[in-house]
């Protein structure tokens, strides 16, 4: 069985922490592992609760809020060569045996990225299996929302479950192979939050393997809060333009960048602060984010006093 380092990033986390920490006996049942947890300098007392509640695990305290995928790459430095990675939102709780059947999901080598069905709290199904972001799949989803069908990028779960390969989804639960994660290198750190699970995905299957969601593996993530803040919504909204960017050219970027426009215009009526804040910034950011660099309207002053953002079309890792 392989072993497993199971990476969480945190911030400000202190009230997720223990339901997580509970639920990683029974979700890792039959698997040897060990955890690492980078602090991305909470105000809270996250590194006080998880030194309490784990104090096998390792806590590496990053100096300053570097966002998801600094925090990744700082775990994932201190893998072993034959640990795979198990990424974690602070916000999960896993069911007993979900990682096992994760790695059984990755044991013949074509799988490079597996994750579980993910529910809410409420035990309904999460929508985390997605499409490559196109300017064609924007547009859908922009007009359409939720029913966009197979125009857009969402994938729908299938009912009843079974396994699903997908271009990728959503990382709040993912597990990497040994060999993939030193293959396929670090996470783009300049992203901060969102698109950065997109883009590595994209890279795992351009290299030959596949991202699949495996029916036997369960776990649940609270989430949310992207939808009710501003700066969330804002970083969600900007990270997609500078992804198509990178990866499909200006001229699809041009077409996703106006898409998204229309869409936080059109809904500015429901008085939503969130779409009033990403008018703003992709109206503010439009140079940048068409040239594939990342303004990161969530990000704080110290992120880029830290990790310079030089991104630019074609800047894939």
């Known amino acids: 069985m392989s072993r497993v380092l199971v990476a969480v990033v945190t911030y400000n986390s202190a009230a997720d922490l223990p339901q997580l920490v509970a639920s990683l006996p029974a979700g890792l049942e039959g698997v040897d592992w060990r955890l690492i ?48 990675l198990l990424v974690l ?51 859908a989803d922009a007009l359409l929302g939720a029913h966009s069908g197979p125009w857009g990028e969402r994938v729908a779960a299938p009912v009843p479950p079974r396994t699903i390969d997908v271009d990728w989804a959503n990382g709040a ?32 299957v351009d290299a030959g393997w596949r991202v699949r969601q495996c029916s036997n593996a369960r776990a649940m993530h609270r989430g949310g809060e992207v939808a009710a803040s501003p700066l969330l919504w804002a970083q969600l909204v900007t990270n ?27 809904r500015l009526p429901l008085r939503r602060r969130t779409h009033r804040r990403a008018l703003l910034e992709l109206w503010r950011g439009r140079r940048a984010l068409l040239n594939g660099v990342p303004t990161n309207p969530a990000a704080p002053p110290e992120f880029r006093r830290r990790i310079p953002v030089t991104g630019a079309i074609g800047g894939r890792a």
């Open 173 to 204: 639960v993912l597990l990497i192979p040994a060999e993939v994660r030193s293959r396929v290198g670090k996470w783009q750190e300049d992203l901060f939050l969102y698109s950065e699970e997109v883009d590595y995905c994209r890279r795992v």
């Open 89 to 139: 939102n602070a916000d999960v709780m896993l069911e007993r045996g979900c990682v096992r059947a994760l790695l059984q999901t990755c044991s013949k080598g074509e799988v490079g990225v597996a994750v579980p069905l993910v529910t809410r709290s409420d035990g309904t199904v999460e929508p985390t299996l997605r499409r490559r972001p196109t300017a064609g799949r924007v547009l």
């Open 37 to 84: 947890v980078a602090d991305n300098s909470s105000s809270d007392d996250t590194v006080e609760v998880i030194r309490r509640i784990a104090p096998e695990a390792m806590v590496v305290e990053t100096g300053a809020n570097l966002g998801y995928a600094a925090g990744i790459n700082v775990c994932a430095e201190l893998a072993e060569p034959d640990e795979a």
């Open 240 to 266: 997609k333009v500078v992804h198509v960017a990178r990866w499909e050219g200006r001229a699809a970027a041009e077409v996703v960048w106006a898409t998204l426009l229309m869409a936080q215009l059109i």
